[in-house]
């Protein structure tokens, strides 16, 4: 059991439910090239867990069968999977939207080379993490050359179309709080990036969005040993704000782990909180029917605030933005 787990379980969040499911998010695997502070994963190049073939093929059955529209793939670094361009393929024709989550770096690593015009290609949209806009506060948080690297990876993207805004070719930045507050109102930081990116660097996007660090898996354990853990989450209860109950990502999203296993959402995926089916038990992804999703209760604990919290937060961004 994560160590945040027992802090988080006895909650008193609003008990939600299932919507009609329309995105797919699949986390490949754990790991990745980098080993960011805030990451909620704790990816890392020394993770071994990575999706086997059969749930790949699983993935790619469930798109073909209708009503899934969006595939959110993640990780670690979901690139470093040798079946991700497979993947990948596979989504896009089926007329499925396929969402990156990016690192940057990963377009500039020893045989990457060519991944951005794959990318490209493909028309994949591209949400990238970028926590910041200057060098010394995006090396502090996610490691020495991290920033020059992004901004190599970002050139290369916009040589190709991407963030032009009439190219098709979708760039969406992420920014990421450095430490237990919240995230700044989200166009106000965009407005900021854009100035910022372009005058500095040259480099175009189409939009920011903020996301709130959960206090789970790396970051919750760096609260923990820093005594900040309680404070922290008393912040996002206290920011608690009820309308962006209707808009959380869990309502209309499921969580594949590696191992093929679903859950309401990537956070409850690292917290070991199984989407429960009405049978009461756990399911993986062959054994689930899709069609009997809407109207489940969502699982829920004390850090779901993180997504209520202030302006809202989720995969795309500020809830009330």
Known sequence: MHPTLPRLRDSDFPAIRRGRLTTLQANLGYRCNLSCQHCHVAAGPNRTEQMERATIETLIECLASGGITTLDLTGGAPELHPDFRHLVTAARALRVRVIDRCNLTILVEPGQEDLAEFLAAQGVELIASLPCYLRENVDAQRGKGVFD?????????????????????????????????????????????????????????????????????????????????????????????????????????????????????????????????????????????????????????????????????????????
């Open 149 to 321: 690297a992004s901004l190599a990876g970002l050139k290369r993207l916009n040589a190709l179309g991407y963030g032009r805004g009439d190219s098709g070719l979708v760039l969406n930045l992420i920014y990421n709080p450095q430490g237990p507050e919240l995230p700044p109102e989200q166009s106000g930081l965009e407005a900021a990036y854009r100035a910022r990116l372009a005058e500095t660097f040259g480099i175009r996007f189409d939009r920011l969005y903020t996301l709130t660090n959960m206090p789970i898996q790396r970051f919750g354990s760096t609260l923990i040993s820093k005594g900040q853990f309680d404070a922290y989450l008393a912040l996002l209860k206290s920011a608690h704000c009820v309308d962006n109950l209707d808009a959380v990502m869990c309502r209309d999203l499921i969580s594949v782990d590696w191992r093929g296993r679903v859950y309401d959402c990537d956070f409850n995926q690292m917290l070991d909180l199984p989407l429960l089916t009405d049978g009461g038990s756990p399911v993986h992804l062959r054994d689930l029917d899709l069609s009997r999703l809407s109207g489940l209760p969502i699982q829920v604990a004390d850090h779901c605030y993180g997504c209520t919290a202030g302006q809202g937060s989720s995969c795309s961004g500020a809830l009330a933005s």
